[in-house]
Nanobody, 121 residues
Framework: QVQLVESGGGLVQPGGSLRLSCVAS????????MGWYRQAPGKERELVAS???????KYADSVKGRFTISRDNAKNSVYLQMNSLKPEDTAVYYC???????????????WGQGTQVTVSS
């Protein structure tokens, strides 16, 4: 069974930094895209950043220049370094694995359980 487990959320002051980690475990053959989404109270879930298996990256305009996504394909892991955090970055952050194929040749998208990031003084 495939699982995505996130870590690294927490409370940080404005201007501070956090690093989120996500590890996908199970009988994984390949993963197309890995990324991070976030959902603030009363808002829809939105893409923060993603990285394809071919190293193509995407960022939300609101985080460009402040957040950096990285990926370790050998470890089926994705990371999000968040710098210069703002109160508006407060949200639950979800790890996403898009187009994950198992050794049983089943392909679908998977989500982590979410980790809270709160930016407040």
């Amino acid at each position: 069974q495939v699982q995505l487990v996130e870590s690294g959320g927490g409370l940080v002051q404005p201007g501070g930094s956090l690093r989120l980690s996500c590890v996908a475990s199970g009988r994984i053959f390949s993963i197309n895209d890995m990324g991070w989404y976030r959902q603030a109270p009363g808002k829809e879930r939105e893409l923060v950043a993603s990285k394809s298996s071919g190293d193509t990256t995407k960022y939300a305009d609101s985080v460009k220049g402040r957040f950096t996504i990285s990926r370790d394909n050998a470890k089926n892991s994705v990371y999000l370094q968040m710098n210069s955090l703002k109160p508006e970055d407060t949200a639950v952050y979800y790890c996403n694995a898009m187009g994950l194929t198992t050794w049983e040749q089943s392909t679908r998208d998977y989500w982590g359980q979410g980790t809270q990031v709160t930016v407040s003084s």
